[in-house]
């Protein structure tokens, strides 16, 4: 079945370091791969998408590359802010999951906390 | 424009109690969904509904019922509840059934079953 594995938390960065938390995937089909952002007391949203392979996604100074061969979402910010401090998610939904339905799979997420 | 919309916020509840979840959305989306979210688990789909009059099982859905009463609002059901559903719950929405497309969630409702 499909899956997401991304970094284990809490990160932890002053303000303008540089940041990357890792995802990868399995999947049986050509997913489309997603990162969604929860910042405290609210529901996700959307940060970025990419929908094929070497697809780059970006938001707000987010960038995630789409990578097939190495099955990698990876999430980069070359310079946080206190304002990024959230929870990561990486996802991924793919066209054969399930009996042709289609879900969203998600990773167990990310806590980020930028300090000032 | 409020987006997806869920009440309540908050609720606690006995074991054995019962209560629905209420989910509306007003972007005229086809799709809807229920995850819980547990800490150190990440989201788990329980019930989606691919268009006004369907629903389907997703990952967890024992202990739980859903309604699509129409196309802007989708209920979850707890009819007997157990403290192991103690999570929070997120309703979602997507224009269409397709695997490219975004979901856009509710603010959630925290619940704790004693």
């Known amino acids: 079945g499909n899956s997401v594995t991304q970094m284990e938390g809490p990160v932890t960065l002053s303000e303008e370091a540089f940041l990357t938390i890792n995802c990868t995937y399995t999947?049986?089909?050509?997913?489309?791969l997603f990162w969604y952002v929860q910042y405290p007391g609210e529901g996700l949203q959307l940060l970025l998408k990419a929908t094929k392979a070497d697809d780059k996604g970006s938001n707000k100074g987010f960038e995630a590359t789409y990578r097939k061969e190495t099955t990698s979402f990876h999430l980069e910010k070359g310079s946080v802010q206190v304002s990024d401090s959230a929870v990561y998610f990486c996802?991924?939904?793919?066209?054969?999951?399930?009996?042709?339905?289609?879900?969203?799979?998600f990773g167990k997420g990310t806590k980020l906390s930028v300090i000032p | 424009n409020a987006g997806v919309t869920q009440t309540p916020k908050f609720q606690v509840l006995k074991t054995g109690q019962s209560m629905t979840l209420q989910c509306a959305q007003d972007m005229n989306h086809n799709s809807m969904y229920w995850y819980r979210q547990d800490p150190g688990m990440g989201l788990r789909l329980i019930y989606y509904s691919a268009s006004e009059g369907t629903t389907d099982k997703g990952e967890v859905p024992n202990g739980y019922n859903v309604s699509r009463l129409n196309k802007r609002e989708f209920s979850l059901r707890l009819e007997s509840a157990a403290p192991s559903q103690t999570s929070v719950y997120f309703c979602?929405?997507?224009?269409?059934?397709?695997?490219?497309?975004?979901?856009?969630f509710g603010p959630g409702t925290r619940l704790t079953v004693l």
């Open positions: 999947a049986t089909g050509y997913p489309s």
């Open positions: 996802a991924l939904s793919d066209r054969r999951s399930g009996a042709g339905s289609y879900q969203l799979t």
């Open positions: 979602a929405s997507s224009e269409a059934r397709r695997f490219t497309d975004t979901q856009y």
